[in-house]
T-cell receptor, first 109, second 116 residues
Framework: GDSVTQMEGPVTLSEEAFLTINCTYT??????LFWYVQYPGEGLQLLLK?????DKGSNKGFEATYRKETTSFHLEKGSVQVSDSAVYFC????????FGAGTRLTVKP | DTGVSQNPRHKITKRGQNVTFRCDPI?????LYWYRQTLGQGPEFLTY????????KSRLLSDRFSAERPKGSFSTLEIQRTEQGDSAMYLC??????????????FGQGTRLTVV
């Protein structure tokens, strides 16, 4: 069945560092891919999405490109801020989507 | 609209008791989803409604679990004869008709269940 494998955390970075969180997937067909973020004390929020191969999703300085050939959807940000500290989830599929286990990011000043 | 609302936020119950959670979706959203999230894991899909019809159920949803959405608005998730393994965060999300494909599902803050 469909599955998502996400880079294990936790990840600790200094402010302004470059961020990559790896995500690979296994699926039949070409599902939509998503990154969700969960800030402390808040519910899950959609961060960005890509619905077909080679699409790039972007939001709040974060980017991820749907790579069909490597079945990947890695999340990147060029310069992280303390306010980016959160748990990040990669997910695939529409209605009953599959989530990765989450990666906790802590950004230190 | 204040978003997806879940009640209660926390529930502690003794093993063997029944519990019921409520989810109030965003008012114009006709799709509603329930997920379960255990510590250190991502959400796992449980079930999905379109209006009042329950269209999909995960194998995770055992016979002790039942979900309803009687008028296509709020939804309830009931767990009968709770077990310690049911301890988790139960998440509700809603989306408009086209939201499933586009991914624009809005999540509530969840109900944390602890079975002692």
């Amino acid at each position: 069945g469909d599955s998502v494998t996400q880079m294990e955390g936790p990840v600790t970075l200094s402010e302004e560092a470059f961020l990559t969180i790896n995500c690979t997937y296994t699926a039949t067909g070409y599902p939509s891919l998503f990154w969700y973020v969960q800030y402390p004390g808040e519910g899950l929020q959609l961060l960005l999405k890509a619905t077909k191969a080679d699409d790039k999703g972007s939001n709040k300085g974060f980017e991820a490109t749907y790579r069909k050939e490597t079945t990947s959807f890695h999340l990147e940000k060029g310069s992280v801020q303390v306010s980016d500290s959160a748990v990040y989830f990669c997910a695939l599929g529409a209605l009953g989507r599959r989530f990765g286990a989450g990666t906790r990011l802590t950004v230190k000043p | 609209d204040t978003g997806v609302s879940q009640n209660p936020r926390h529930k502690i119950t003794k093993r063997g008791q029944n519990v019921t959670f409520r989810c109030d979706p965003i008012s114009e959203h006709n799709r509603l989803y329930w997920y379960r999230q255990t510590l250190g894991q991502g959400p796992e899909f449980l079930t999905y409604f379109q209006n009042e019809a329950q269209l999909e159920k995960s194998r995770l949803l055992s016979d002790r679990f039942s979900a309803e959405r009687p008028k296509g608005s709020f939804s309830t998730l009931e767990i009968q004869r709770t077990e310690q393994g049911d301890s988790a965060m139960y998440l509700c999300a809603s989306s408009p008709a086209g939201g499933g494909r586009s991914g624009e599902a809005f999540f509530g803050q969840g109900t944390r269940l602890t079975v002692v």
